[in-house]
């Protein structure tokens, strides 16, 4: 394995990242997004009691499997993107923490979230030259300020020092939210929603970054899109996931 930063300390970059919103924290100090004690963005406790997902998963989407390597829903429809992993799953404390993430405009609890899938990341072994958030479309992207993904991605991306493109791919139409819609509506709502930037992404291993994984269709779509601007490989790490 070669990623960048695996044994060398992180770069400068990202030092200069976290000592930013260390700084914030002593002038104004924070509430733990998962149990409201103060002088923490995310304390130790919901860390540890954040439910982790088990060893044996599906090699392609990564969601909870004791069979053979693919799971049925992946052999039936073989997704585009090469494989996604998650951090834990979506549960309290780590649901309260993305609920603040996406809706409270908490960016510096982004920084302290990625720590984990930074974690992940070192643990895997993905070659990977780009990192890419899972984008918003312009609409949402305005009336929320900031996309959720790109809060996570952008420290991800300093640590691992890789390449770093929120903008290589945008939504080309607006969705509505894939809250409440079954498997087969989530497919529908995001089909044809992303279009990457060729002259960006062709040819390089990307590193899809999002919040949660839910049915993984939004993850899937985006995933074709890449695949259609001539990338070689799409992977995807999400910090929870919705396990049935
Ligand atoms: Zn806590
Ligand atoms: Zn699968």
């Known amino acids: 394995m070669t990623l960048p930063g695996t ?8 030092r200069l990242y976290q000592w930013f919103w260390n700084s914030l ?6 509430q733990c997004a998962g149990c409201e004690t103060i002088g923490y963005r ?18 392609s989407c990564g969601t909870p499997h004791k069979g053979v390597r693919v799971c049925e829903q992946c052999q039936l429809l073989p997704p585009n993107y090469d ?36 974690g992940i990341m070192h643990k895997i072994e993905w070659q990977i030259d780009m990192v890419i958030p899972v984008p918003l479309g312009k609409t949402r992207l ?23 493109q929120p903008n290589a791919l945008h939504r080309i139409r607006e969705t509505i939210s894939q809250v409440g819609l ?13 279009e990457a930037d060729r002259s960006v992404v062709a040819g390089k291993r990307i590193l899809m970054v999002d919040d949660v994984m839910t049915t993984g269709a939004t993850l899937d779509e985006c995933a074709k899109a890449l695949k259609l601007a001539g ?14």
């Open 7 to 14: 044994l060398n300390p992180p770069a400068l970059a990202y």
């Open 142 to 164: 305005s009336e929320r300020g900031y996309n959720q993904a790109a809060v996570l991605a952008r420290p991800l991306a300093l640590s691992l020092r890789l390449q770093y």
């Open 42 to 59: 995310w304390c130790q406790e919901c860390q540890a009691s954040s439910p982790r997902l088990p060893d044996k998963l599906c090699m």
């Open 182 to 194: 079954s498997f087969s509506e989530r497919r529908e709502n995001v089909a044809g929603a992303f």
């Open 231 to 244: 990338v070689k490989q799409v992977l995807g790490i999400t910090l929870a996931r919705v396990v049935e």
């Open 83 to 118: 494989a996604v992993r998650s951090w834990a799953v979506f549960e309290d404390p780590l649901r309260k923490a993305i609920v603040r993430l996406k809706y409270k405009r908490d960016l510096g609890l982004g920084e302290v979230l990625a720590r984990s899938l930074i």
């Open 25 to 30: 924290d002593w002038l104004y100090p924070p």
